[in-house]
């Protein structure tokens, strides 16, 4: 009697919380739109994980201290279009330790570019990052610095990863895949307009 009664009040249970999860309304993604741009490398977008691109050293247009500041401290990963693009969710495919730290970034309409995320302590393979409002720019960027303190290696405290003077290989990080995504209107939404 008991063990039925255990198993009636499991079934009602797991019913209710089923009943709970389903009317929470989830977004469905667009298409990843990172495969229709032009990038310093292709291989950051070209829908394959077995392919790696590299981050490269920052061009600046600017010749002033701050930029040159800018371009010796970091390399960077760069998405643009010709048109306009709508970007929400932010998916980072890139092997453990490579992208422990990163700023996610889009150009604004003015040519500045704009941090929406500073990433720090990564050590996940696949890094998502769903903005709150929608960003519409022709240009998407990772800025990876070329050197920085690591709290996982064996166990020890920080080290560095790289030392000073001239770009190293391992300065210039490896990125598996880009995804970039919009919410696309849920037939929710659809229904009460």
Same mark, same amino acid.
């Given at each position: ?10 079934? +009602? ?19 990843? +739109? ?38 010796? !401290?970091? @390399? ?9 693009? @709508? ?45 709150? !409002?929608? +960003? ?31 770009? @190293? ?16 209107? @849920? ?7």
């Amino acid at each position: 009697m008991r063990i039925g009664s255990v198993i009636l009040i499991l079934c +009602v249970l797991l019913g209710i919380s089923g009943c709970i999860l389903s009317s929470s309304s989830s977004l469905n993604w667009s298409e990843n +739109v990172a495969i229709s741009a032009a990038g310093t490398d292709p291989k950051f977008h070209d829908d394959n994980l077995y392919t790696e691109g590299e981050t490269t050293t920052i061009r600046e247009d600017a010749k002033d201290r701050a930029s040159q500041d800018e371009a010796d !401290k970091f @390399t960077e990963a760069v998405l643009s279009w010709n048109s306009p693009q @709508t970007i929400q969710r932010i998916v980072i495919k890139a092997k453990e330790g490579q992208l422990e730290f990163f700023h996610i970034q889009y150009m604004h309409a003015d040519g500045k570019w704009v941090t929406v995320k500073d990433v720090r302590d990564n050590m996940r393979p696949i890094y998502r990052y769903t903005l709150g !409002k929608p +960003v519409v720019t022709n240009k998407f960027r990772l800025k990876v610095p070329r050197r920085w303190d690591s709290r996982h290696v064996g166990g020890q405290s920080r080290y560095k990863r790289s030392e000073t003077g001239a770009p @190293t290989a391992a300065e210039f990080r490896k990125i598996q895949e880009i995804e970039l995504y919009y919410a696309l209107p @849920t037939s929710d939404a659809a229904s009460n307009q």
